[in-house]
């Protein structure tokens, strides 16, 4: 079923499919993509993980690692449609870039452990997922290893993701037996030979039983969820496979059901199937609501339409050896080799010199994309992550990605005193690539400070600029991100702001009362910060624009709390007297106040140290448990789960993220490199004893 499609610039966007690769570390994503770009003929040669040969794991760092660590795109063909295609990765260090990926896709495929089932990463990418708004269908892969069961997968999928499975194929043998599928929809078995291709048959008669006793448990399912099946159903007494292939699309589409399938990529069993599931299951571009901006405050929507106005946003950003690469995908319009576009957010234009297909680390020139396309372009000299391009005449903002917080922080510096301006320049162009990545100077030491989502994150960065400015650098003991919030606030704070000293004076004169932002179950403001601000002014003691210079000046104070310099979380002021001048009060004069009136709040009420905590799920052999409690205990560990699988227990507890350095090693010397471990940030809690100022400045 290979076509030469690939081989065309453009495909209409009803024959387009934008879909990610989504799962936790080592479930087989980047080997489902391969098995996939094999089968579509966009390679020739099947490469392989553990060989370092694969297509999308091309950085040197990808291969020597064995992980992916950068979302590569790749395109390929399957029956007569495009498929642009990420495979993101897997580590939890490295969500931002399925953020990114997924804010400009409109499918993807969950790829999950059939031996595993749902692990904490898969987790985190579904919820992702959701709020993205992205449809996904399932694969679980692996069903060829000692352990696999299905509908031990299955079960996982609907206890952790709380979804609705509906499994369209049952397997045919388990373990190293496992040979092929049954299509429960057409109700024919699949088997593969050794050399990956495969025929279509009859339902073996030990299966078939089972088989029509799933399909019944399918039609049922979906008829619960479906209107047109429960119809049908309710008249038939069953339900057709036409019926069923709409319901499931419906449903894959509105996020009420996730279709699953199953095979093992890595014997090239099961992919087809999987293919035609990603064709007839997941939307196009015209299939998802048409994308939203906004310009001069007012909303506007862009259809799927080639003839339509351009806007793109831009996902990702690569420094290559060619020059600047920028990945886009095309929302509506056309873009063309030559064109003047408009950098929307920046008001910058640029010209756009070349136009790419992606293949991940390669590239193939076409004159121009169109709607529903996810292309390269070289030529654009200053467009970031997030921008959104499109035509000068027609301007238009797309919301973009968002970027988490970085939570560790190292100090980096040029071991020669030549190379200082060489660094500035490679960290530049770093954080040009990758947005969670930030870079300060602490205003106490100095010193340069590499923040990012964790420690394999960091090191992935330094060991970048290492290999591609060939720098010498040294670098610090990472820092972790803490924060401070209030135990105990103060009422009726009283601050009076006076400066006389010739000409206009100022004035201002504030009442504040603090609280912890959790004492009624408030959330902040914007969801970010944890701070809320109100008034209770009467009278017009404080006019309103005042009012919002105060709020300005509390704003400006949480970036350095009483304890460490820390940022402050978690906090509610009100607002609730002041006074003004006739003359000599303004809103500068009453954001100073409002400034150092929280100052001085803060101080006076008490205070906690938040530090960062980490979900960790830690996997070892039986005969190590103790020991890994033992040391999970001495890091600060709260256990809050136990679990054993074949001969190995499942740990899951959460820990602070500074006591996490080093555990990679520690865990390796325990487990004679038999065990594993992953974190998920969860957010802070307070931390035991009080950290000194200038400790872990994050």
């Known amino acids: 079923m290979r076509t030469e499609l690939h081989r065309r610039p453009t495909s209409p966007p009803t024959d387009v499919r934008n879909l990610g690769i989504l799962a936790h570390v080592d479930a087989g994503k980047t080997t489902v993509t391969e098995r996939i770009l094999y089968l579509t003929g966009a390679v020739h040669k099947q490469g392989e993980v553990h060989d370092g040969t694969t297509v999308t794991d091309f950085d040197s760092q990808e291969r020597d690692r064995g992980i992916t660590i950068f979302a ?81 997968a299955v079960a996982s999928i609907r206890d952790r993701l709380h979804t609705v499975p509906l499994v369209v194929q049952l397997p045919i043998g388990s373990e190293d037996r496992f040979g092929g599928v049954v299509d429960l929809l057409r109700m024919r078995a699949l088997l593969w030979a050794d050399d990956g291709t495969f025929e279509e048959g009859l339902v073996p008669d030990a299966l078939r039983e089972e088989a029509l006793r799933r399909r019944r448990l399918l039609e049922e399912t979906v008829a619960e969820l479906h209107p047109a099946a429960l119809e049908e159903f309710c008249a038939e007494s069953s339900v057709s496979e036409q019926t069923l292939r709409a319901a499931l699309r419906d449903l894959t589409r509105t996020g009420e059901g996730v279709v699953v399938l199953c095979g093992s990529a890595y014997r090239n069993r099961g992919v087809e199937p999987l293919l035609e599931a990603v064709v007839a299951y997941l939307p196009s571009p015209l299939d998802v609501p048409p994308v939203r901006g906004t310009l001069d405050g007012a909303v506007q929507e862009r ?70 396309d996810i292309v390269a372009v070289i030529g ?53 690539e990758d947005p969670s990545l930030t870079v300060r100077t602490d205003p106490e030491t100095g010193q340069t400070v590499l923040s990012g989502m964790g420690e394999l994150h960091l090191e992935v960065a330094v060991e970048k600029i290492r290999r591609a400015h060939e720098l010498e650098i040294g670098v610090g003991r990472p820092q972790v991100a803490y924060r401070e919030t209030v135990a105990r606030g103060v009422s009726g704070l009283v601050y009076r702001h006076v400066k006389q000293d010739g000409g206009a004076g100022q004035f201002a004169h504030v009442v504040l009362d603090t609280e912890p932002l959790g004492s009624t179950g408030d ?25 919002r210079a105060v709020e300005a000046g509390c704003r400006d104070a ?70 890994v409690l033992g040391d999970l205990a001495a890091r600060r560990g709260r256990v809050s789960g136990s679990t054993a ?11 602070p993220l500074a006591e996490l350095f080093g555990y990679a090693t520690r865990l390796r010397s325990q487990t004679q490199g038999r065990g594993t471990f992953t974190t998920r940030p969860t957010g802070y809690a307070p931390a035991p004893n009080p950290v000194s100022p200038g400790t872990a400045a994050g």
């Open 72 to 152: 590569a795109a790749v395109s390929c063909s399957w029956d007569g449609h495009r498929i642009n295609l990420i495979d993101t990765p897997g580590h939890v260090d490295f969500s931002d870039e399925v953020e990114r990926s997924l804010r400009v896709l409109d499918g993807a495929i969950a790829v999950i452990d059939a031996v595993a089932g749902v692990e904490p990463q898969s987790e985190s990418v579904w919820r992702q997922a959701d709020r993205h708004g992205v449809p996904r269908i399932a694969f679980v892969n692996k069903l060829d290893r000692a352990g696999a069961d299905l509908d031990t």
């Open 645 to 655: 699988r074949a001969g190995t227990a499942v740990i899951t507890a959460t820990v």
């Open 303 to 372: 259809p799927a339409d080639p003839a339509a106005p351009f806007a793109a946003l831009v996902f990702k950003v690569n420094s290559t050896a060619t020059g600047r690469l920028t990945c886009l995908r095309v929302y509506s319009g056309t873009i063309r080799k030559g064109d003047t576009v408009l950098d929307a957010g920046a008001r910058r234009h640029e010209r756009v010199g070349r136009i790419l297909r992606v293949q991940a680390g390669r590239h193939t020139d076409v004159d121009a994309a169109v709607a529903g």
């Open 380 to 432: 654009l000299k200053a467009a970031r992550a997030g921008a959104t391009l499109c035509a000068p005449a027609a301007p238009l903002v797309l919301e973009p990605p968002t970027a988490a917080d970085p939570v560790v922080s190292v100090a980096v510096e040029a071991r020669r005193r030549t190379d200082t301006e060489r660094l500035v320049t490679a960290l530049a162009r770093l954080v040009e």
């Open 523 to 547: 959330d902040g403001a914007d969801g970010g910060p944890g701070f809320v601000f109100r008034s209770t002014v009467v009278g017009g003691r404080v006019p309103q624009e005042y009012v």
């Open 558 to 627: 949480l970036a350095e709390g009483p304890l460490g310099g820390h940022p402050v979380t978690g906090l509610r002021v009100t607002l609730t007297d002041g006074a003004t001048h006739s003359k000599d009060s303004s809103e500068m004069a009453f954001r100073t106040a409002g400034r150092f009136a929280l100052r001085e709040a803060l101080r006076a009420g008490a205070m906690v140290l938040l530090e960062p905590v980490a979900e960790v799920t830690v996997t070892v052999p039986d005969d190590a448990v103790g020991g």
